[in-house]
């Protein structure tokens, strides 16, 4: 069994953030020496009177101190972002971190941060699934043509390959059986929400399954399998 750690990087009101960042890279080294294998970051805006920091530039400055381990967000909020610009900013800390970031995404649910963003809520699965598959094609391809409900590249490449060859592992968010499914389908792990019961946890591993070898027989005829499911 691999132990990670989930870094706190919200901060009371009225507390000295600058005197806490030290702080944060000598838990980060610790962890790191103490034999944690994996280093995660929380993501949200708007977090006031909270002080949050903003986590790629977090993650890139704990670098350094998180030698070795592996690195990403717990997680970011995709619907809100731009597509490129994640591929793009995935792809540097895929590099700076020698192979080791692993994209950690979900849908969000907090409405104040969609309405200053002018993204509905319900647009949430839609954007996450078309950002998904176009950053895979921007890590893998030299340019990329896509015209989306959402978003377009004309013949365009990123300016930054992944070091990984196969581009950065997604690592998908789900506690409904509606988003466990498409994890299975499109995603490259799940990412178990804590507060869900050992029990139930157990009930969705198998619904993951089940629903990712009906994916891969799906997709036999393009040489998938589902052995080994």
């Not at 020496?33 to 929380?42: E, H, V």
């Not at 009177?49 to 909020?77: D, E, F, S």
């Not at 994209?103 to 996450?128: D, K, T």
Request: hydrophobic letters at 50%; charged letters at 15%.
């Amino acid at each position: 069994m691999k132990v990670g750690l989930f870094l706190n990087t919200q901060f009371p009101a009225g507390d000295n953030v600058v005197a806490r960042i030290p702080e944060l890279a000598e838990q980060v080294r610790l962890a790191r020496d103490c034999g944690f294998a994996s280093l995660w970051f929380p993501h949200h805006f708007l977090t006031a009177p909270l002080q949050m920091l903003q986590i790629h530039t977090a993650m890139a400055y704990l670098l350094p101190a998180a030698k070795g381990m592996l690195i990403g967000p717990n997680v970011l909020i995709l619907p809100l972002l731009n597509p490129v610009h994640v591929a793009e900013e995935s792809a540097t800390l895929d590099v700076l971190s020698g192979g080791n970031y692993i994209l950690g995404v979900g849908l969000g649910y907090r409405a104040p941060e969609f309405e200053a963003f002018n993204i509905p809520m319900q647009q949430r699965a839609p954007r996450l699934e078309e950002s998904i598959a176009l950053m895979r094609r921007l890590w893998t391809g030299e340019r990329v043509t896509h015209k989306g409900r959402f978003y377009t590249v004309t013949d365009a490449g990123i300016s930054l390959k992944p070091a990984r060859p196969g581009g950065v592992p997604i690592w998908m968010a789900a506690q409904v059986d509606v988003a466990i499914k498409r994890v299975a389908r499109i995603g490259d792990a799940w990412m178990i929400v804590p507060a869900t019961a050992l029990g139930k946890v157990g009930e969705q591993r198998f619904s993951m399954r089940m629903s990712r070898a009906l994916s891969c027989l799906g997709e036999a005829g393009n040489g998938a399998s589902a052995a080994g499911w």
